[in-house]
């Protein structure tokens, strides 16, 4: 499968983008349209804990409780459109058995309902990607595992047994990053995840690709919850803040570079629910963007939870833990929640006033914090421009990125439409200064952080082929 | 995209991290907390200032002058005793513990080669992450602030089994063990390890962290016991060590994690 990088945008200008439409809508699953006009709320949800124990019980607790009370819902709410996502727990990875038995189950019963009630259902299957870098992360490296190979394998299984798409959260640079975000490093952060993620991308997702389109799958696409949501969580809110925000954002600038490698190795969207990098992804290639922010409540806390529906084509509630809450179970309250929200969506695209809500969105987190500044989509837009003008270059895009970023949130300061802190604001200077420092050569820069972080713990740059 | 003109954004959101804003700055805190003595004070100071790099020259020099293990006690644990206070209000973050963290291992390091062997620290705890789970930064953390804390870390790392896990309780002889889980379905390793130690005759606290993790699961199982962020885990372990078994961490949990 041949890679073919963006070097244009999707877009002609930024006001172009609204929610439920998309450039290059997709279809799959029993009915779903995704980016052809309604935005699709999607549920992601996690087995009991111990109900992992044996294949009869979890496949069970995906099926007959997870799944059916989830369709029930929406039957029972009036909701057109539903889609489900299994983030696959570890246990999936490595018993092909058990996870051919929760697939096959979980598409049997969409089927079924979809032929009874004519509800428009799809499942979006999350692969596990185990692989540790201190192991390898290339096959035939892993000696304890096989996770190279057991990451490949997962993608036959989903599609074999009846997976509508298939997304993954692919661990590449991670290392990198982690040591970066505890030590304040940017480019440590640059060359894990808009470097290494992107080499480690451009390798794992064609062979998905190729995978999901032998068996008529829609290959969805990436995001770096490992990477820039780690790093988001750890600059956390007004009274959790381990990491500089400022910093947070920059990160999620080079992530934009990296998870739109598997759209440019043919995966068509929608990309995954927690890459707060979409709107970035969105703008410069058009392909559906799939997001969650105000309705994961159930997950974490973020500082953004409007502004991430403002050009979203999926809306999801990231996961939650199945139980019983009073209004149901867990899957069927935080579904009602999404799927109001997405009603409001398409209540605003029926009456033609999807882009007052676009910008009421918007509007509402935009002064927030940094990261929901760099992600308003005027913003997102000018980040995507930068790595398109780079192109071909995955070292100076990722960086275009970063810096643009980081200057647009330094502009905004200025003009008061972002406020800082002094600690911020100079840590925000500090990342400008060393990214305007970096080489422009893409050798010379991974010459320098080869050298710079050989220590780094589980760093090997032959998982990247380096 | 609609007009901002005229809108007043303190209406919608109030920016907490602005106003309370502690612009105090780490000299102010060194002016009170600094040793007196210079050679002391010279060490503190790296630490402080996370002179990862030239902490190995001032304690040799300090080596000339002064005992190693009061260059460790009365130099190197007060300056990130400062640090601990910095991050506390705010004034530093984790970036600055981490590396002040590594500038005193250096020191530590230099000084117990002098001494001709590891100084006696609070204890043992052994470390891991649950078996398939790969998510491993929580841990890490916590690793770096027990060891800034006077603790020595067993780190077993991440996708442990559980047998592997009591082998290594069986021999380091922990005071405590922690182990780490972001998926709902990794952490049903916890009871199952707390359960070989109870059945070995193991009886010490045995603390669950991590994103799926929460402290109702955590104290569901005998030994069990909760830290909710990394920054928890040095005064829960303090007073395992001042004679706390697992019960009474649960009965004084919030006041113990209160100031952390």
Known sequence: ?466 | MLSKKGVDFGFILKRYDIEAENKSSPESYAKKALPKDAVFKACAEDVLYMRFKDIGKTVTKALESKKPLDIINEGLVPGMEIVGKLYADHIYYLPEIMLAAKTMEIGIALAEKKLGGARKTKGVAVMHVAEGDPHDIGKNIAAVMMRAAGFTVVDLGRDVAVDDVIASIIKEKPFLVTGTALMTTTMSAFPAIAAKMKAKGIDIPFMSAGGAVNREFSEGFELGIYSEKAPQTPPIADKIVAGYNWKKIRDEWDKIVGGA
């Open chain 1, 1 to 466: 499968m041949a890679i073919t990088r963006y070097t244009k945008m999707a877009y002609d200008k930024a006001d172009d983008m609204v929610f439920g439409h998309a450039k290059h809508p997709v279809s799959y699953g029993f009915g779903i349209k995704v980016g052809a006009g309604r935005v699709i709320p999607e549920l992601n949800y996690a087995p009991r804990p111990g109900t992992e124990k044996d294949i009869a019980r979890i496949t069970k607790e995906y099926v007959d409780y997870i799944s059916q009370d989830a369709v029930n819902r929406a039957v029972t709410l009036g909701f057109p459109d539903l889609q489900l996502e299994t983030e696959w727990i570890s246990q999936m990875g490595t018993n092909s058995k058990m996870a051919e038995s929760i697939v096959a189950g979980q598409t049997a019963l969409l089927e079924k309902m979809h032929d009874k009630y004519g509800i428009n259902l799809a499942i979006r299957h999350t692969l596990p990607d185990q692989r540790e870098a201190d192991q390898g992360l290339r096959p035939k490296m892993d000696k304890a595992h096989s996770y190279p190979e057991r990451l490949v394998i997962s993608a036959e299984i989903a599609c074999e047994n009846g997976a509508s798409l298939i997304s993954c959260e692919t661990m590449g640079g991670k290392e990198l990053l982690d040591y970066g975000v505890m030590t304040g490093d940017i480019t440590a952060c640059l060359f894990g995840i808009g470097y290494l993620g992107s080499l480690d991308m451009s390798w794992i997702w064609p062979q998905f690709v190729d995978i999901a389109k032998k068996n008529k799958v829609v290959p969805g696409g990436d995001t770096n919850c490992s990477g820039a949501n780690t790093s988001m969580f750890m600059a956390g809110g007004y009274l959790d803040n381990d990491v500089q925000r400022t910093f947070s954002a920059v990160t999620r600038a080079f992530a934009s570079a990296r998870t739109l490698c598997a759209w440019e190795c043919g995966a068509t969207g929608p990309d995954k629910d927690c890459g707060y990098e979409g709107p970035i992804c969105k703008a410069i290639a058009g392909k559906p963007n799939a997001q969650e922010g105000k309705n994961c409540q159930c997950a974490h806390a973020d500082l953004q939870g409007n502004l991430m529906a403002q050009i979203c084509d999926v809306w999801s509630n990231e996961s939650v833990e199945y139980h019983s809450e009073f209004g149901g179970s867990s899957v069927q309250c935080w579904l009602g929640s999404l799927g109001y929200e997405v009603a409001l969506m398409n209540t605003a695209i029926a009456f033609g006033k999807q882009k007052t809500l676009r910008d009421l969105y918007m509007f509402t987190d935009r002064a927030r914090g940094p990261e929901g500044y760099i992600l308003a989509y005027d913003n997102a837009y000018k980040i995507g421009q930068a790595i398109v003008a780079e192109g071909k270059d995955l070292y100076r895009r990722a960086k275009a990125a970063g810096l643009t970023a980081a200057k647009v949130i330094r502009d905004g300061n200025k003009k008061k439409e972002i406020l800082l802190t002094t600690k911020q604001k100079d840590v925000l200077d500090g990342i400008i200064k060393t990214l305007e420092k970096l080489p422009d050569e893409e050798s010379k820069f991974v010459d320098y952080c080869l050298k710079q972080y050989k220590d780094v713990p589980a760093f090997n740059p032959k998982n990247y082929d380096l």
